[in-house]
């Protein structure tokens, strides 16, 4: 990362400042596209190098979507705190006069082909204003076939989607049936937003965006490890209604700041590499959670794998401690007194 201070959007109020600050964050991580790209995967976001050149291309109009800004200023060493100040700062833009003027871009061509009003006006027709050419009989099977889609489109969005402006809110809302029983990755909507709340309110800082992507799954797999639930990364009813419990999560999240003190309190011997190691690793967030493709899960400032943890015979929730996981990793250090154990793109 740059010596400089880390570029802040509050200032930008249009989408070219926003841009551009976006564009100096990245020139402050030192890091390329590709090089973002393979961070973002590594913390089970989905960040194309292309993706990210475009998003901050001048000559691309609109704003970025907020999941590619989370996952985007993530890459670059951004904390949870400032990722959420990137969101809020796209949000204050999208909500501006000047940003909700702006014209609509035109829609790209579509091929030639008939419609669903159109599919649904000759699967009504009179069967006589029917023509029995093949054109005619290939026209109606492409039809029933867009029907068909449509319809399973519907029902999908309406399963997947759950609509804002449902009247019902809190806990009500969440273990109501107007939620479903079983949230994963990509279910956007009110239920979405309340178990984001809910992660809140049990100390587990992200953003609020009614949007289940990986970061919310991450912190999902926190908590089921924290609260003794069996770590799936779904937010299933038994995992709602923990949400839902007063009971609080311990050990509480440490800060950026105390993160980076007691790490250094304990690596006294080489206090900066091991700061450098665990940001790389775990950008200093404690309850840090990834699974790799081979869904092998990682926990922690200095991401112990599952097969570790066996070895240590310790829990997902011990790894958690940020305490446990700073004394952890200094016994792995102190036996040969480098970093050789860990690697960090």
């Known amino acids: ?46 960040l194309p190098y292309s993706t990210g050149s475009a998003m901050l291309s001048p000559r691309r109009r609109g704003l970025p979507r907020e999941e590619l800004i989370a996952a985007f200023t993530r890459a670059c060493g951004c904390t949870p705190e400032q990722i959420s100040g990137w969101i809020e700062a796209r949000r204050r833009i999208a909500a501006s006069p000047a940003t909700a003027a702006l014209p609509p871009q035109p829609a790209p061509p579509q091929p ?19 023509a029995a050419s093949m054109f005619g009989r290939s026209r109606r099977k492409f039809c029933a076939l ?5 319809l399973l489109l519907l029902v999908g969005t309406t399963g997947a989607v759950n609509a804002l402006s449902a009247g019902d809110t809190g806990k009500s809302m969440l273990l109501s049936d107007r939620c479903p029983a079983s949230m994963g990755l990509n279910t956007y909507g009110k239920c979405a937003r309340e178990l984001q709340r809910g992660l809140q309110r049990k100390g587990l800082r992200l ?49 950026t700041a105390a993160t980076e003190r007691r790490i250094r309190e304990v690596f006294k011997e080489a206090p900066g590499q091991a700061v450098t190691l665990a940001r790389c690793l775990s950008y200093l967030d404690s309850f840090w959670t990834i699974a790799d493709k081979h869904m092998v899960r990682y926990w922690g400032l200095f991401q112990f794998s599952d097969l570790e943890l066996l070895d240590f015979r310790a829990t997902p929730a011990q790894a958690l401690n940020p305490e446990w996981n700073i004394q952890q990793a200094y016994s792995i250090y ?9 690697t960090c793109p």
Request: glycine fraction near 6%; hydrophobic fraction near 40%; proline fraction near 9%.
């Open 146 to 150: 867009a029907i068909a889609s449509a």
């Open 207 to 255: 953003p609020e965006d009614a949007w289940y992507g990986p970061f919310t799954k991450q912190r999902i797999l926190a908590f089921q490890a924290l609260a003794g639930l069996p770590p799936t990364g779904i937010a299933d009813r038994q995992t709602q209604r923990a949400l839902l419990a007063d009971k609080p999560v311990t050990p509480p999240q440490w800060s």
């Open 112 to 130: 030639a082909v008939p419609g669903l009003r159109q599919c649904l006006s000759t699967a009504l027709a009179p069967r006589r204003q029917r």
């Open 334 to 342: 102190s036996r040969t007194r480098d970093f050789r154990h860990w």
């Open 1 to 46: 990362m740059g010596s400089a201070s880390i570029p802040d959007p509050k200032d930008a109020s249009t989408t070219e400042e926003l841009k551009a600050q976006l564009r100096r964050l990245k020139a402050w991580s030192g890091l390329s596209f590709r090089e973002l790209e393979r961070r973002a995967d590594s913390a089970g976001d989905v």
